[in-house]
């Protein structure tokens, strides 16, 4: 069965920290993987899509990491701030055009 | 980039009634994705709209309970029928970008089920 974990499921981190959250999926023939935010009431924004022939991908101070090999992918949040506090979810894809498995998610809170 | 509306934003509704849900989305797309996000869960997958061909649905969503329509490829439509309060949940559209593979997702209908 092809499963999503995500770990924690809630953290609360003072500003200026650097943080990681870790995802985790039970099938490695991933087509791509997906870390998208979700603030409270509204829907998800994109934040990173890493394709399976790739390692990482960056976008300001966030990193996405992805190890196929150990079905593991990390989200770094650089310098964190108040505003980055959000439910981060990890979602993974099989095949193209196919159904995206999301994980649990993770809560963060940053704290001023 | 794909920009999805959807409507209603929100609703409360009683139980036995009925409920469509719609989603815009600006260019034109293959398939379109409804999701359901419980409360305190992450999201499901209930069905895979294509243009032109009947919804696929995921194991635990039958049609009768979530008919879809898909008239054409910019809109589609997502019934939420006879509802229950455990019904009650966001209920998100969505669709890919094609040669980038980024998911898209609409603001979302939040449904209340009293």
């Known amino acids: 069965k092809q499963e999503v974990t995500q770990i924690p499921a809630a953290l609360s981190v003072p500003e200026g920290e650097n943080l990681v959250l870790n995802c985790s999926f039970t099938d490695s023939a991933i087509y791509n993987l997906q870390w998208f935010r979700q603030d409270p009431g509204k829907g998800l924004t994109s934040l990173l899509l890493?394709?399976?022939?790739?390692r990482e991908q960056t976008s300001g101070r966030l990193n996405a990491s992805l190890d196929k090999s150990s079905g593991r992918s990390t989200l770094y949040i650089a310098a964190s701030q108040p505003g980055d506090s959000a439910t981060y979810l990890c979602?993974?894809?099989?095949?193209?055009?196919?159904?995206?498995?999301f994980g649990s998610g993770t809560r963060l809170s940053i704290r001023p | 980039s794909a920009v999805i509306s959807q409507k209603p934003s929100r609703d409360i509704c009683q139980r036995g009634t009925s409920l469509t849900i719609q989603c815009q989305v600006d260019?034109?797309?293959?398939?379109m994705f409804w999701y359901r996000q419980q409360p305190g869960q992450s999201l499901t997958l209930i069905a895979t709209?294509?243009?032109?061909?009947?919804?696929?649905?995921e194991s635990g969503f039958v049609i009768d309970k979530f008919p879809i329509s898909r008239p054409n490829l910019t809109f589609s439509t997502l019934t939420v029928s006879n509802m229950s309060p455990e019904d009650s949940s966001i209920y998100l559209c969505?669709?890919?970008?094609?040669?980038?593979?980024?998911?898209?997702f609409g603001p979302g209908t939040r449904l209340t089920v009293l």
């Open positions: 979602a993974v894809e099989y095949s193209s055009a196919s159904k995206i498995i």
């Open positions: 890493i394709q399976s022939s790739q």
């Open positions: 709209a294509n243009q032109g061909s009947e919804a696929t649905y």
């Open positions: 969505s669709v890919g970008a094609g040669s980038t593979d980024t998911q898209y």
């Open positions: 260019s034109q797309v293959t398939m």
